[in-house]
């Protein structure tokens, strides 16, 4: 697939890349320039803009947010470890909104196949159904995880857009969404009936408060993910002035951070998308650096990756089975050896096994299996429970 067709350099860089210092990880970038896309061998990251803001007639501050985000970032030194990144340039928009998605997904599933992982700058948040595409066309089912203060399901019949782009993917057919969670919704800001489709489907959603008052609740969230989507509306106006919806209440800066990382460090993540930054509306710029400071956290946690997953190698861990009174399963527990990570393993039918292998180690946290020795179910083995029954 020649991915040169659909991206165009970076106007930053399209004709001269800036005098970094040889610490700055612009420094260690292999650019799309006037001679064409990088080389590609070896990589493990690439970074891709979209210029584009799917469901408005008028495009908003958003399209400008690629290049913000990109000058900030490349002039951050390198985190340690070693990895390679890549910078494709910005995606040509399409004649119609179904081209740029087409170009977009493809583009996704292209690097996901050579195991780079994807970081798209957008433009709005329905990129998001774009990145759910590209596993659809890698006949993967997914895990999709978003940081967002809503839910984004938008009105019945609403097109696509970054408010209803979670309703397009719930009702896609066929369907290869396997879970959805949330990572910060503030219950003012959603409908009970959402609350209650949320519950209905099995997803797993959490509250801004219930995080914030241990961020680390996420950390298994994240590691269960395949996509993630970032709404940098998420964070508090105070920490992040320019977004599309900017509100009092959020995520404080160095907890996004913190979340970004626990990304990096998911071995399952292979996509991440930032929207809903606006250029425009920023403030010193203090919006840009949070996304690069954001970009930089998960770099952090990409080059901690360790490979370690119970389905590879379970002579790496140590199983541990809970009996609980009354519940027809024994609960069987994985704690990992080397990052002392935990896991759980639900049960499924025999016939889904090609379905769900990727689907039924569930990562969880060292309280659940608390919970489980207590003789109580944690809820996480529940909902998977459901969907795999």
Partial sequence: MDLGLYFRPSE??????PDWSLQAIGAHVRFHDKRGLPDLDGVQIAVLGVCDDPGHARSRGVVKAPDAIRHQFYHLFVPPGRFQLADLGDLHPGHTPEDTRHALSETIAELIRRNIVPIVLGGGQGHTFSQYLAYERLERTVNLVAIDARFDLGEPGQGLADTSYLSHIVMRQPNYLFNFSNLGFQTYLVDQPGIELMDRLFFDVHRLGELRANIADAEPVLRNGDAL????????????????????NGFHGEEVCQLMRYAGVSEKITSVGMFEMDPTRDV????AQLAA???????????????????LDRKRFTRFRVAIKGHE????????????????????????????????LVPCSYGDYQAACREEVPDRWWRTFQKLS
Avoid at 235 to 240: H, K, L, N, T, Y
Avoid at 284 to 287: A, G, N, P, R, S
Avoid at 297 to 308: A, E, H, V, W
């Fill in 293 to 311: 400071q954001m970009l930089w956290c998960f770099l952090d946690g990409y080059r901690s990756r360790t490979n370690d997953l119970p389905w």
């Fill in 12 to 17: 930053l860089f399209a004709d001269q890349q």
């Fill in 284 to 287: 010193d710029e203090v919006t």
């Fill in 329 to 360: 399963q024994e609960l069987v527990f994985y704690k990992s050896q080397v990052s002392e990570r935990w896991w759980m393993d639900i049960p499924y039918r025999a016939e889904q096994e090609a379905r769900f292998e990727r689907h039924h």
């Fill in 229 to 248: 989507s970032v709404d940098l509306s998420a964070v508090r106006r105070s920490d992040a002035p320019g977004v599309a919806r900017p509100g009092p």
